[in-house]
């Protein structure tokens, strides 16, 4: 660690952690739901665990991608974090905005949680994915204006570099693109229409630059490689993945109500989204390929790799197989999307995030270049066990996709939603074990940081 402001990264990354062991656990208990319908309830109803499912993937990848940030920003820029202070505070109003939101819908019904929450002044609640009180919501704007403010100052005082450039641009793209979760129109087509522009365009879109610059970052300190080399790689990487993402929202719009060119631009644009991705995979190799040096650290180099093969996997090939209208036609909705959604959020921000926070964690708790050897083994079977279970987790779901496809909407006689789910629940309970496996990978990958250290690897 090059300088002292780094230190704040450090709390951020053990937040997105903590909330990452949360996610999971909220989602062991879907999956029970799958199988066992009353589980738990009424304490914790299906579409509850659910939205804090899916809320805790977003909040701890954001802790994420600004830990990430406050890490890499001082090292491209050569100075010091504008405000160390500011990041903290924005840290706990971030923390503590995020811990009551998940305590409310918990605690109390949805719609009792719009009425106490002031969502008749400005109606933002109620549609998948941005389910947060609209309080919540402007304390969200709140630290995302800090952190860009902070992130900004750094980068225009210090040294400008391509990374930090393309990082910066993903994460104000973030924060614009977010400002439209307040945009809440009567009509429905219109709500879709637009509510796309913040799911699609982030996860589709801004993400993936943020994703890109990270990646370059952590490759340039584990190869040791020429930054004009990465440079180019990573220019021509973001800007297919920006060309094709952002006109590819179009397959987002196949069933909607929108006009019917959008199938048209929508399969073309998206049928191109994964070149960015296998870019990104042939990138990664050839740079770890042509590497100048053995970094000590050998477990992040091989969570860098794993981001690009597992990102390219789930949001290319997963994402292609369903992607073209005439396909979509019958896969819409169906489990298929839920196997694309899971392997490409792990494989390609969730897998992102735990290599910086792998490359970086040492440093910030003063272990030196990296961890141990003992601590790079288990972290190692971490990695296998997470990035296996994901990929089982994945078929299981493309298996009961397509089995629910043919049962439900081409068979000759097509069977009821219930009745196909009665027919796919051995696929949940793979899912489930798969699940819980992926746990115990996670627990790993935490426990590898304690591991009381036999032989620290020097660099």
């Known amino acids: 660690m090059n300088y002292s402001s780094q230190s704040v990264a450090k709390l951020y990354f053990i937040a997105a952690i903590g909330l990452f062991v949360g996610q999971i656990l909220f989602g062991l208990i879907l999956g029970t739901q799958y199988v066992i319908g009353d589980f738990l309830f009424p304490a914790i109803p299906f579409n509850v665990a659910r939205m804090v499912h899916s809320n805790l993937l977003i909040v701890w990848l954001l802790f994420g991608f600004m830990g990430s940030a406050y890490f890499l920003v001082p090292e491209e820029a050569e100075r010091e974090l504008y405000s160390p202070l500011l990041a903290k505070i924005l840290f706990w109003v971030f ?18 949680l719009t009425k106490i929450t002031g969502n008749d002044l400005l109606p933002t609640m109620g549609r998948e994915f941005l389910e947060q009180p609209t309080i919540t919501k402007i304390g969200i704007v709140i ?85 004009e080399v990465i440079d180019k790689w990573l220019y021509v990487i973001i800007a297919m993945a920006l060309v094709t993402g952002l006109i590819g929202t179009g397959h987002h719009y196949y069933w909607i109500g929108t006009p019917e060119y959008w199938q048209i631009w929508g399969s073309i644009f998206s049928a191109l989204e994964p070149i960015p991705f296998f870019m990104m995979a042939v990138f990664a190799f050839n740079m770890v390929s ?57 494989g390609a921000y969730v897998m992102i995030v735990l290599s910086m926070i792998s490359y970086s964690m040492p440093l910030l708790r003063g272990k ?92």
């Not at 923390?95 to 009792?112: C, E, F, K, M, W």
């Open 368 to 459: 030196g270049i990296c961890n141990g050897q003992k601590s790079q083994n288990l972290e190692r079977w971490a990695f296998w066990l997470m990035a296996i279970s994901m990929v089982f987790i994945t078929l299981f779901l493309t298996g009961a996709g397509i089995l629910q496809v043919w049962l439900q909407r081409v068979a000759v006689t097509p069977m009821s939603f219930m009745e196909v789910q009665d027919q796919i629940s051995i696929f949940y309970w793979l899912r489930l074990i798969a699940g819980l496996i992926f746990l115990i990978g996670l627990l790993a990958y935490i426990k590898s940081f304690f591991v009381k250290n036999d032989d620290p690897v020097q660099a």
């Open 143 to 227: 630290v995302a204006l800090g952190f860009l403010f902070n992130i900004g100052m750094t980068i225009l005082k210090g040294r400008k570099t391509s990374i930090s450039l393309v990082l910066l641009t993903g994460l104000v793209g973030l924060a614009v693109f977010f400002l439209f979760s307040f945009y809440n129109p009567e009509n429905l087509v219109l709500d879709k229409y637009f509510w796309w522009w913040v799911v699609h365009l982030w996860v589709e879109g801004v993400w993936e630059l943020i994703l890109g610059a990270i990646l370059a970052f952590i490759l340039i300190k584990v190869t040791g490689v020429d930054r």
């Open 95 to 112: 923390l503590v905005a995020g811990a009551l939101t998940i305590v409310g819908y918990l605690s109390v019904p949805y719609a009792t």
């Open 290 to 346: 042509r590497r100048r040096r053995e970094h000590p650290n050998k477990v992040a180099t091989l969570w860098a790799l794993g981001t690009a093969i597992m990102s390219f996997l789930g949001a290319g090939v997963w994402g292609f197989l369903h992607t073209l209208a005439p396909v979509n036609y019958y896969t819409h909705g169906t489990q298929i999307t839920a196997a694309h959604g899971h392997l490409a959020f792990y």
